[in-house]
Structure formats: C-alpha cells, structure tokens
C-alpha cells in the first residue's frame, strides 16, 4: 500500500502513531476482522459500533436459522408443483405475462388450496419464532454491555450531571443561578455540587467563528512565505490578497499583517461577547453537577415538580453531542414543534415522489431543450443526446434523492431535541419508513400493477389475483438489488475510492498547512443516520420474502455477513466516532425489526387469502404475537437501556472528576479561554466546593 495513503485506510493507527500493518497481502484485513473480539471492538471503536455489528449478526442468525428450514422444505415443494404452467394454459392470449425456472422456486409455482401450502404455514411460524427467540438473547446481550461500560473505571463528565429545562421565570430579587441553587441544594443538600447556567452564545460563537477563520488563514499565509524562502529567494515572498469578494476584487494586502490586525481586533471583542454571554443571555436551562454518580443517576428517574411541564429533568447529554441552540426551547413550543414535524415527514415520506416525478420530467431533452434554448444547438449533436438522455433524469432523480437525509436531519433537530445522537436516531427513524414505503412497497405495488395492465382493463375484478401472483417474480428485481448493495456498495466502502480520491485532490490543491491537511483525511464515525435505515430495507425485504420466495435468503445472508467482515474493518481502523451514545441505538433497530416482520406476517397472510387456503386463518395470531412481544420487550427492556439503573451507577465508581474538568467539559467551546472556562467567580466557587468537599472527607476519616 502507498504510505501516502494510510491516513485514508488506517486513520486510527496515525491518530495513535502505530505502524500500518506491512503485509502485502489484500486479504490480510479479513484476519484481524474475525480474530477481534467484540471486546477489541468496544475499547477502539465504542459500544455504539459494537451494537451496530451486533445488529448484523442478529441479521444474520435470522437468516441462516430461516434459511434452514425455508430452503430445504419450501423450494423442493415449490419446483414440482405446476401452479405456472396450468395458469399460462388456461390464461393463453389474455395476459403477455411470462414465468421462468426462477419464479417455480416461489410459492407462486404452488396450486390454490393445495395442501403443500401447510408447509408455508409452518414456515411462517418458524420465522417469526427465530426472530423473537434471537431478538430476547440479543436484548439481553446489549444490557450486559451497557452495565459493563457503565461501571467501568473511566468516569465520564455525562455520569455526574443532569440537564434541567423549563425552569420558571427568575423570582423578584435572585439571579438565575441563585434560583437553580437553591432549588436543587434543598432536594439534595449532601450531594449537589453546583449549576452552570445554559446561555444563548449565538453573538459569542459567531465571534469565535470568525477568530478561528482569521487564525487558520493566518497559518496558512506564514506557511507560504515560508515555503517561498526555500524554494524561490532567502527573503522570500510575503503572501496578497485582495479583500473584497472571493479574493477576486478589493484592495491587494500583505495577508500576513492583514490577518494579524484581524485577530488582535476580534480577540477583544470575543471576550467582550463572552462576558455579555454569561451574565446577560442565560435561559431557562441548566446542568446540574452532583458529587457522586449514584445522585446523578437518581436525579433523573423522579419528578422534581408538582408541574411536570416545569423543572424536567433528563440525564445529561454527552458534552460533545449537545445541541446548544435546543437546550432553550420551552416545553409547549417542542410538543408543537414535534407534532408540527411528524406531519411534515408523513406528507415527506408519503408524496417526496411527486417532486422527483417533476424534476425526472422537467430534465428530459424536450422539456430543456424549452426552457434553455441555446442548449438545442447541442441537443443536435447524437452522442451527446443519447448520453443526456439516458442519464440526465436519473442523475436528476439521485441528486433529489440525496437530499432527502439532510431534509430529515434538519427536521429531526427542528423538534427541540438536545443531544446528536437522539437527533440521528430520530431521522434514522423517518428514514426507514421512507426507503420502506418508496422503495420497497412502490417497487412491489408498481411492478404488480403494470406487468399485466390490459388484463386490469379487461377484468378489473382480478386485479387483487394479480397482486398476490405477482409479489413472488418481484423477488428476482430485489435478489438482484440485495446482490448489488454486496458487491457495489461493500466494494466501494471496503476500498474507501471517494475518500480517498477526495483527500488527494485537497492535499494536491488546497491544504498549504499541517492543520489542512489533517483536516483533509480526519476520519468520521458511522452514518447511522443512512447506514440504519438502508441495512433495515436488505432485512425488511428478506423477511417479507423469506416464506414467499426463499431464494432471496441465501444473498441476504451475504450481504450480512459480508458487510459484518468489512464494517468490522471499518471499526477498528477507520471510522473514529464523533460521539458515544452507549448502545442506545438498540430499541431504535428492534423496534424496526419487528416492524419489519409485522409487515412480512401481513404480506404472507394476504398471500395465503389469495391462494384460497382454506386454513389461511392459522397465520391471522402472528401479528398480534409480534405486537405482544414487543410489548413485554419494552416493559422489561427498554427503561434499563435509556436509563441507568441505580444497581448499575453504585458499581464501579472508581474516581470522582475535578469539578472544573466538569465545568469545562460542559461549557461551550466558544465560551472557553485558553480550552477552560475563564470565570473567576464561578471558578472561586468551585475552589470553594472542592476544598469544603475535602475537609468534610478528612473529619470522616478521623
């Protein structure tokens, strides 16, 4: 490998400046993937890469059990069954529909009423009992892990804080702080630490933006007068620019002095912002700082007012995760803002179509030819319309598409949500339900419905006949879809080509400076935003067609355990997390995947009516089961995975952090001086509270 290239495959080995491995063999990686043990997985990637890839050997324990039983029992069934030939026979010249070899390894090829189809019903009993069985183990799995990480010995700033919202309007005489003092002092006056007031920083980080901008500009200008004295003349040449817009117009400065002038008049002015931000822009939200895990923990399971909209109280957000802007949004304005935003996802994920339908027809040839007519001159040309036409509107389509997770997002942090990670779940949440219903039901319902459009015409009572016969031929378009998503999709994450493509290009370019050029190749953690949603579609779609047409088994089991391999890859040696939620995304996929397999026992049970069984009625309990289950999966579950239980916090709590390292961690950066919180009355406090806090422990002791 080119050593110019590893901080793109092994970013994690630069980060800690280990060596890359030497072996020149190309699979060499898949050695230390399957040697790694999910503990390896945890200490360098995080639990919440750890769940991620847990969730793929889910996946996969469901297929493989499903396939076991679906392969073996339903395919010799199907292929010496006749339901095919006898419906071409007597259909002849009413219908153009054709049927392959492929299609008689479906329940399709099976006769109505035949009592073969009780060996489907069997079959969609087993996979829903594999599912749930798999589900409680991993369930229980993922809260070992969670009580493990949590009584570790690493303290973290999050386990010894709350975050309090809608605090009432600040009583005549008090400031804000003395008000969240002496409230929460007199609910827990041995183990309250002290508050930090959440502040409207928008003046002051706007300030802070523009120093940190002027500062790297500055870098990069020294560099390149640096660079001029080695390469061209020992005086070298001072870097210009012009000042007015692009650097395109203006006046032609030294950017040297220019940039120094900048920061020695914006620093001042930041540390005025600063201050106005502390004492005069706070809101109504505060951390509250404990001296103890277990109070913390407490503090967040009970009720801290007679009026729940006041004083709530949630368990402190990771401080690199936080939403500042969220943090003050009252309570009614987010219950508004929540309902406001599920109508704009239903009407989103229900209708994106119709404007994808518009842009796909405003870009075909005819329609631009209109609109810019220069371009008709070009259109006369051969090659170049036939390249427009074949791909113009499906460039068009993709470019929409891609919107659509930055939509989502934007939506998800329009709900008043505070921390990144309950943002990322929420829009991963909207996302599978879109890619469900635009992709997989629009594919199946469209592809029904216009395979055999004139003989809709002809019997329009048969149109429900012909939706339940053609729901297993759409099998041959998602086998082919799951099979590219395996060789495409995990070959160009596996290789990493637009990164790395992408790093060269700024290295080549742009980066002048160390910083550039680090900020070029500074890995990211996973999307689970896209990753999620996409990998629930291979699953939504392989349960739905596991009983129906159980030849889509063998590639899903691919694409899970393939991409189980290579993202175990990704996690030790190239995506770095931006945050830790703790594994908090497990209830987000398990809920997802029963919604997947309440789909498919919905899908099955209209089949069957379709084939006339007579015992079809025999399916009509698993979807009510699959409601059941996770209805006792979430009593027994999901508290202790969004919370931590006080057995947990009483565990392991090893070594309480400084006060002003919490402070710090939870002060935004844009409020910090030389990387800490420079506030001499606050910190003369926490002095103050550290020092009684060691004097009460020395009386103890003696």
């Given at each position: 490998?080119?050593?110019?290239?590893?901080?793109?495959?092994?970013?994690?080995r630069?980060l800690?400046?280990?060596?890359?491995?030497?072996s020149?063999?190309?699979?060499?990686?898949?050695?230390e993937?399957?040697?790694?043990?999910?503990?390896d997985?945890?200490?360098i990637?995080?639990?919440?890469?750890?769940?991620y890839?847990?969730?793929?050997?889910?996946?996969?324990?469901i297929?493989?059990?499903s396939?076991?039983?679906?392969l073996?029992?339903?395919?010799?069934l199907s292929?010496?069954d006749t339901?095919y030939?006898?419906?071409?026979?007597?259909a002849?010249?009413?219908?153009?529909?054709?049927?392959?070899?492929?299609?008689?390894l479906?329940m399709?090829?099976?006769?109505?009423d035949?009592?073969?189809?009780?060996?489907f019903?069997?079959?969609?009993?087993?996979?829903?009992i594999?599912?749930y069985?798999v589900?409680?183990?991993?369930?229980?799995?993922?809260?070992r892990?969670r009580?493990?990480?949590?009584?570790?010995l690493?303290?973290?700033?999050?386990?010894f804080?709350?975050l309090?919202?809608?605090?009432?309007?600040?009583?005549?005489?008090?400031?804000r702080?003395?008000?969240?003092?002496?409230f929460?002092?007199?609910?827990?006056?041995?183990?309250?630490e002290?508050s930090?007031?959440?502040?409207?920083m928008?003046q002051?980080?706007?300030v802070?933006?523009?120093l940190?901008?002027y500062?790297?500009?500055?870098?990069?200008?020294?560099?390149?007068f640096e660079?001029s004295?080695?390469?061209?003349?020992?005086?070298?040449?001072?870097p210009l620019?012009?000042?007015?817009?692009?650097?395109?117009v203006?006046?032609?400065?030294?950017?040297?002095?220019?940039?120094?002038?900048?920061i020695?008049?914006?620093s001042?002015?930041l540390?005025i912002?600063q201050?106005?931000?502390?004492?005069?822009?706070q809101?109504?939200?505060?951390f509250?700082?404990?001296?103890?895990?277990?109070?913390?923990?407490?503090?967040?399971?009970?009720?801290h007012?007679?009026?729940?909209?006041t004083?709530?109280?949630?368990?402190?957000?990771?401080?690199r995760?936080?939403?500042?802007?969220?943090?003050?949004?009252?309570?009614?304005?987010?219950l508004?803002?929540?309902?406001?935003?599920y109508?704009?996802?239903?009407?989103v994920?229900?209708?994106?179509?119709?404007?994808?339908a518009?842009?796909?027809?405003?870009?075909?040839?005819?329609n631009?030819?209109?609109?810019?007519?220069?371009?008709?001159?070009?259109?006369?040309k051969?090659?170049?319309?036939?390249?427009?036409?074949?791909?113009l509107p499906?460039?068009?389509?993709?470019?929409?598409?891609?919107?659509?997770?930055?939509?989502?997002?934007?939506?998800?942090k329009?709900?008043?949500i505070?921390?990144?990670?309950l943002?990322?779940?929420?829009s991963s949440g909207?996302?599978?339900?879109?890619i469900?219903?635009?992709?997989?039901?629009g594919v199946?319902?469209?592809?029904?419905?216009?395979?055999?459009i004139?003989?809709v015409?002809?019997?329009?009572?048969?149109?429900?006949?012909?939706?339940?016969?053609?729901?297993?031929?759409?099998a041959?378009?998602?086998?082919?879809?799951?099979?590219?998503?395996?060789?495409?999709g995990?070959?160009?994450?596996?290789s990493?080509?637009?990164?790395?493509?992408?790093y060269h290009?700024?290295?080549?370019?742009?980066?002048?400076?160390?910083?550039?050029?680090?900020?070029?190749?500074a890995?990211?953690g996973?999307?689970?935003?896209?990753r999620?949603?996409n990998?629930?579609?291979?699953?939504?779609?392989?349960?739905?067609?596991?009983?129906?047409?159980?030849?889509i088994?063998?590639?899903?089991i691919?694409?899970?355990?393939?991409?189980?391999?290579?993202?175990?890859n990704q996690?030790?040696?190239?995506?770095?997390?931006?945050?830790?939620?703790n594994?908090?995304m497990?209830?987000?996929?398990h809920?997802?995947?029963?919604?997947?397999l309440?789909l498919?026992?919905?899908?099955?049970?209209?089949y069957?009516?379709?084939?006339?069984f007579?015992?079809s009625?025999?399916?009509i309990p698993?979807?009510?089961?699959?409601?059941?289950?996770?209805y006792v999966c979430?009593?027994?579950?999901?508290?202790?995975?969004?919370?931590i239980s006080l057995e947990?916090a009483?565990k392991g709590?090893?070594?309480v952090?400084?006060?002003?390292?919490?402070?710090?961690?939870?002060t935004p950066p844009?409020?910090?001086?030389?990387?800490e919180?420079?506030?001499?009355e606050?910190?003369?406090?926490?002095?103050?509270?550290?020092?009684s806090?060691?004097?009460?422990?020395?009386t103890s002791?003696?």
């Open positions: 490998m080119n050593p110019g290239n590893r901080v793109i495959y092994f970013p994690k630069v800690k400046e280990l060596d890359a491995p030497k020149r063999n190309p699979l060499a990686w898949t050695v993937a399957l040697q790694a043990t999910e503990d997985i945890i200490s990637a995080g639990l919440d890469a750890a769940i890839l847990r969730f793929f050997t889910t996946a996969l324990m297929m493989i059990f396939a076991g039983v679906c073996l029992l339903l395919i010799p292929v010496t339901n030939r006898t419906t071409l026979e007597q002849k010249n009413k219908t153009s529909a054709t049927y392959d070899d492929f299609d008689k479906a399709g090829n099976i006769q109505q035949s009592n073969r189809l009780w060996a019903v069997i079959a969609g009993y087993w996979v829903s594999v599912t069985i589900l409680w183990k991993t369930y229980k799995h993922v809260l892990l009580a493990r990480e949590q009584t570790s690493e303290s973290k700033p999050e386990q804080a709350i309090v919202r809608d605090i009432p309007p600040v009583p005549t005489g008090k400031t702080r003395e008000q969240v003092d002496s929460f002092g007199m609910l827990y006056p041995e183990t309250f002290r930090l007031i959440v502040t409207d928008s002051a980080d706007k802070w933006t523009e940190k901008g500062r790297k500009k500055l870098a990069r200008a020294e560099v390149m660079t004295r080695t390469v061209k003349k020992p005086e070298g040449t001072r620019h012009r000042t007015g817009i692009l650097g395109l203006g006046k032609n400065v030294d950017s040297i002095d220019f940039y120094n002038e900048k020695k008049n914006v001042p002015k540390k912002k201050k106005i931000t502390v004492t005069e822009k809101v109504a939200a505060a509250i700082i404990f001296n103890s895990r277990h109070a913390a923990t407490a503090a967040t399971q009970v009720l007012s007679q009026l729940a909209h004083w709530t109280v949630m368990a402190a957000p990771e401080p995760q936080i939403v500042w802007k969220n943090l003050a949004i009252p309570f009614y304005q987010r508004i803002r929540e309902n406001i935003v109508i704009i996802a239903f009407f994920i229900v209708f994106y179509m119709i404007p994808i518009f842009i796909s027809a405003l870009t075909t040839i005819e631009l030819s209109k609109i810019v007519p220069f371009l008709k001159g070009v259109m006369e051969t090659a170049i319309k036939s390249i427009l036409e074949a791909y499906q460039l068009a389509l993709i470019l929409f598409l891609n919107f659509l997770p930055t939509i989502l997002m934007f939506l998800s329009a709900e008043g505070p921390s990144e990670s943002v990322v779940r929420a909207k996302y599978f339900y879109f469900v219903f635009n992709v997989f039901l199946t319902l469209a592809g029904t419905l216009f395979q055999s004139k003989l015409e002809e019997e329009p009572n048969s149109v429900v006949t012909l939706l339940g016969n053609s729901l297993p031929p759409n041959s378009f998602f086998i082919s879809f799951v099979a590219l998503k395996v060789f495409v995990y070959g160009l994450e596996l990493l080509l637009v990164p790395l493509v992408i290009a700024k290295k080549r370019f742009l980066c002048k400076t160390e910083a550039e050029l680090q900020e070029a190749w890995p990211s996973f999307d689970y935003a896209t999620v949603p990998d629930m579609l291979i699953f939504t779609v392989a349960l739905c067609y596991a009983v129906i047409a159980p030849m088994l063998p590639f899903t691919l694409y899970f355990a393939v991409g189980w391999l290579v993202l175990r996690a030790l040696n190239v995506y770095v997390p931006s945050y830790e939620s594994g908090r497990w209830p987000h996929m809920t997802r995947i029963l919604a997947a309440f498919s026992q919905i899908t099955m049970i209209g069957f009516s379709i084939k006339k007579s015992y009625a025999l399916l698993l979807p009510f089961v699959s409601l059941a289950f996770g979430r009593k027994c579950f999901y508290t202790s995975c969004c919370i947990v009483c709590e090893k070594e952090p400084s006060l002003s390292s919490l402070i710090d961690a939870f844009c409020l910090l001086v030389d990387d919180f420079n506030d001499v606050q910190y003369e406090d926490a002095h103050s509270a550290i020092l806090r060691s004097t009460s422990s020395d002791n003696t």
